[in-house]
C-alpha cells in the first residue's frame, strides 16, 4: 500500500527514537568497557545488525498498524464530517477495530442525521416558502424573462427564455453564468445599459427602455429592460423580458436597422431568394410599426425579385441628413440593368403606412429606394464603462445570484474553487489511440454553478466515427455501429460542445484520454478549448494520496455515489461531476482554495509524476 510523506517522516522519528534508546546504554558501556570486552563486541557484529533491523522492522509493524486502526480512520471521518457540512451524504465509512472508534462514527452518523433533519426543517420555513412563490411566478410567465449582469453574465432565466432563444446550432447557449452576448448582440444591450443608466442618473420615473431586435432564428421580438440598483443607486444588473412580436397591429417600435434587414433576409431565404447586407452597421435605429412595417418590406422585396426574376438580392443602408437611406436591388452581375415591367404605383395600405412614418419610395434602374426618419439612441455612452472588454406544463426558473459575490475583475486563476463554473465532460470512442484513427462517438457534459449540478444545462450527443468500433470499446459503452449512422460527424458536434463549454472550467475524469481525442480535431476545425482543466482523479490524489486505485468507480464507491449511467458519456459526466462536488470541501479543508493552487497541487500528485501529460 502506498503511504503517505507523514506516515513515512512520523516512522523516521519514531525510528532514530528506537535506535537512540538502543544506542544510549550500548555507547556509555563502550566507553568503559576494556579493550577485550570491545574486541568481543565488535566479533559480534553481525548480531547487532539483525538486532537493529529487528527494531526497525518492529517499529514499522507497530506504526502501520496503529495508522490503519486509528490515524487513517480518525482522516476518514473528519473527510465525512465535512462532506455533511457541505450538505452531502457521508460516505461509507470502514468497520471501526476499537470501541472507541465505533463511537466516534455513530456519533458522526447521528450528526448528519440531525443536521439534514435541521436543514430541511429550515427549508420548509418561511424564507423558503417566497423563494417557491417567487420562482413560481416568474416560472409562469409567458414571457422570456432573464436577469443578467451589466458585463452580460446570466444570473437567473426561465424555461421560456430556454425555449426562444436556443437553437439546435446553439445548445447550452443560455445558462447561468453564460453570456447573454451569445444570443443577443453585444451592442444592443450596451444600447440599453446606456439608456437605463441615463435614466437612473436623471432619476426617471419609470427607468426601462423597449426596443425590438431580431433573433438569429429570423424571429423578431419585443426586448423590456429593466434596471435592478445597487449601491449607490447604480446600475448592477438588469432584467430583460422578451416576447415574440404578434400579427396584430402594435405601436412604434425602436429597432436597428441591421435588425430589421436581417430578418428580411432569414424571410426571404425561406422564398428561395438570397438577400446579401452591404454597409449595413448597428448604429442605424429606426422607429417604425411592426409588424406590418416589416412585411410591406418583405412583399417589396418579393416584388423586386418576381419583376427581375433575380434571386440575389443586395441590402444597403445609409444614414445621411437625419433620414435612413434602404436600397433593394439585384445583386451585381446578376443583373445589367433593371426594367420595371409595369408602372409602379403602390397600394392604398402601402401608401398610408408610408405617410404615417413619414417615409418616401421610389423606384429607379437600380431597384427601390426607401427614405424613412432615423430614430439615433439618444443618451449612448453613459454605461459603456460598466461592460469589461473584452416543455413541461409547469415553466421553472433557473437562477444562481451567488455569482454576484464574485468580483468579474478577479483573475480566473485566483478565484475560490467554489465560486466556478464547471463544464463535466466525458466522451466514449471507437478505441484508444486516436493517432491509429480511432473516433470520439459520444460526447456527454453537464454544467456546475454555484456549488450546484445543473441537470437542465446539459450536452448529450452520440457522433458517427466514420471508423470502425473495436469489440473491446462496444462491451465497455455497449453502443452498436447500426446506432451511429444517422448521427452528425465529429466536425458538427465539436463546434457546438466548444460553444456549450464557453466561459466555463472544463472537468473531466482520467480527462487526459479525452483531450487527446479532442486535441486530434482542434487545427483541422479551427477550434481552441484553452480553458483551464481540472482533473478529478488528480484531485482525488491531492485528498487521498494513499489510495491504491484512483477510478471513477472505485472513487464513486468511496463517496457513496450511485453509478447510475455508467459507461455512458452523459452518464459518466454527471458522476463525475458529483464527485468533483465531493472533493471540493476537502480540498478546501486542505488549504486548496483557490484554481491556480488546486492546478499547482494536481501537478504535484504520483498519478501526475508518474504517467500524465499535459491537460490544458
Same mark, same amino acid.
Given at each position: ?216 432564428? &429570423?424571429? $423578431? ?5 429593466? %434596471?435592478?440598483?445597487? #449601491? =449607490?443607486? @447604480?446600475?448592477? /444588473?438588469?432584467? *430583460? ?40 452597421? &448597428?448604429? $442605424? ?5 411592426? %409588424?406590418?412595417?416589416? #412585411? =410591406?418590406? @418583405?412583399?417589396? /422585396?418579393?416584388? *423586386? ?62 431597384? *427601390? ?62 478505441? *484508444? ?184
Amino acid at each position: 500500500m502506498l503511504q503517505s510523506a507523514r506516515f513515512w517522516k512520523t516512522y523516521t522519528v519514531l525510528a532514530l527514537l528506537g535506535l537512540l534508546l538502543l544506542a544510549a546504554p550500548n555507547l556509555i558501556w563502550w566507553f568503559s568497557a576494556s579493550p577485550s570486552e570491545r574486541a568481543w563486541l565488535l566479533a559480534r557484529y553481525p548480531f547487532l545488525m539483525v538486532l537493529i533491523v529487528l527494531v526497525l522492522g518492529g517499529i514499522y509493524a507497530l506504526w502501520l498498524h496503529g495508522y490503519q486502526t486509528h490515524v487513517r480512520p480518525i482522516d476518514r471521518l473528519t473527510d465525512a464530517i465535512h462532506q455533511v457540512l457541505a450538505g452531502h451524504t457521508p460516505p461509507p465509512l470502514p468497520q471501526a477495530s476499537t470501541r472507541e472508534l465505533r463511537n466516534l462514527q455513530e456519533a458522526v452518523t447521528e450528526l448528519a442525521h440531525r443536521y439534514r433533519l435541521q436543514t430541511e426543517t429550515s427549508a420548509a420555513g418561511p424564507l423558503y416558502r417566497e423563494r417557491n412563490l417567487l420562482a413560481m411566478l416568474l416560472g409562469e410567465l409567458p414571457e422570456a424573462v432573464l436577469v443578467c449582469r451589466t458585463s452580460g453574465q446570466i444570473l437567473l432565466y426561465n424555461e421560456t427564455a430556454r425555449r426562444l432563444l436556443e437553437t439546435p446550432a446553439h445548445p447550452g447557449a443560455i445558462g447561468l453564468g453564460r453570456s447573454i452576448f451569445h444570443s443577443l448582440d453585444r451592442d444592443l444591450i450596451v444600447f440599453a445599459l446606456d439608456e437605463l443608466a441615463y435614466r437612473l442618473r436623471w432619476q426617471h420615473p419609470h427607468p426601462t427602455v423597449h426596443f425590438v431586435t431580431c433573433l438569429s432564428s &429570423g424571429q $423578431l421580438v419585443r426586448v423590456q429592460a429593466t %434596471p435592478i440598483r445597487g #449601491e =449607490a443607486d @447604480r446600475l448592477e /444588473a438588469f432584467v *430583460l423580458l422578451l416576447q415574440p412580436l404578434q400579427p396584430e397591429a402594435q405601436p412604434f417600435e425602436f429597432i436597428r436597422g441591421a435588425d430589421l434587414l436581417q430578418a428580411l433576409a432569414l424571410a426571404l431565404q425561406k422564398a428561395g431568394v438570397s438577400l446579401q447586407l452591404k454597409g449595413v452597421t &448597428g448604429t $442605424l435605429w429606426l422607429r417604425v410599426r411592426l %409588424p406590418e412595417a416589416f #412585411e =410591406a418590406l @418583405r412583399q417589396l /422585396a418579393l416584388q *423586386l425579385h418576381q419583376e427581375t426574376a433575380c434571386t440575389q438580392l443586395l441590402a444597403r443602408a445609409t444614414s445621411e441628413n437625419g433620414r435612413v437611406h434602404l436600397r433593394l436591388s439585384p445583386r451585381e452581375g446578376h443583373l445589367q440593368t433593371l426594367e420595371w415591367r409595369q408602372p409602379y404605383v403602390p397600394e392604398p395600405s402601402l401608401q398610408a403606412l408610408l405617410q404615417e412614418h413619414q417615409a418616401t419610395l421610389q423606384r429607379d434602374n437600380e431597384g *427601390l429606394h426607401l427614405t424613412l426618419p432615423a430614430s439615433p439612441p439618444p443618451h449612448s455612452g453613459a454605461a459603456r464603462v460598466l461592460l469589461p472588454s473584452s416543455p413541461a406544463s409547469r415553466r421553472p426558473i433557473y437562477a444562481e445570484l451567488s455569482l454576484l459575490e464574485t468580483s468579474e475583475a478577479t483573475p480566473l486563476d485566483d478565484r475560490p474553487l467554489h465560486s466556478l463554473i464547471y463544464t463535466v465532460f466525458d466522451t466514449e470512442t471507437t478505441g *484508444l489511440h486516436p493517432e491509429q484513427g480511432d473516433e470520439i462517438i459520444a460526447i456527454g457534459a453537464v454544467r456546475i454553478v454555484g456549488g450546484r449540478i445543473r441537470p437542465e444545462e446539459t450536452f448529450d450527443q452520440l457522433v458517427n466515427p466514420r471508423w470502425p468500433i473495436s469489440l473491446d470499446s462496444v462491451r465497455v459503452h455497449g453502443i452498436q455501429p447500426a446506432l451511429l449512422q444517422d448521427k452528425p460527424p465529429i466536425e458538427e458536434v465539436l463546434p457546438r460542445f466548444h460553444r456549450f463549454a464557453q466561459d466555463t472550467v472544463l472537468v473531466g475524469h482520467n480527462v487526459a484520454f479525452d483531450l487527446k481525442f479532442i486535441r486530434q480535431k482542434e487545427k483541422a476545425l479551427d477550434l481552441h478549448f484553452d480553458q483551464p482543466v481540472l482533473d478529478t482523479m488528480l484531485l482525488a490524489a491531492v485528498v487521498d494520496p494513499e489510495r491504491q486505485h484512483y477510478g471513477l468507480d472505485e472513487l464513486a464507491e468511496a463517496f457513496g455515489i450511485e453509478p447510475v449511467g455508467r459507461h455512458s458519456a452523459l452518464g459518466d459526466a454527471l458522476i463525475t461531476a458529483e464527485l468533483l462536488l465531493r472533493l471540493l470541501p476537502l480540498l478546501e479543508q486542505r488549504g486548496i482554495r483557490t484554481l491556480r493552487q488546486a492546478r499547482e497541487a494536481m501537478q504535484q500528485t504520483q498519478p501526475a509524476r508518474n504517467r500524465y501529460g499535459r491537460i490544458s
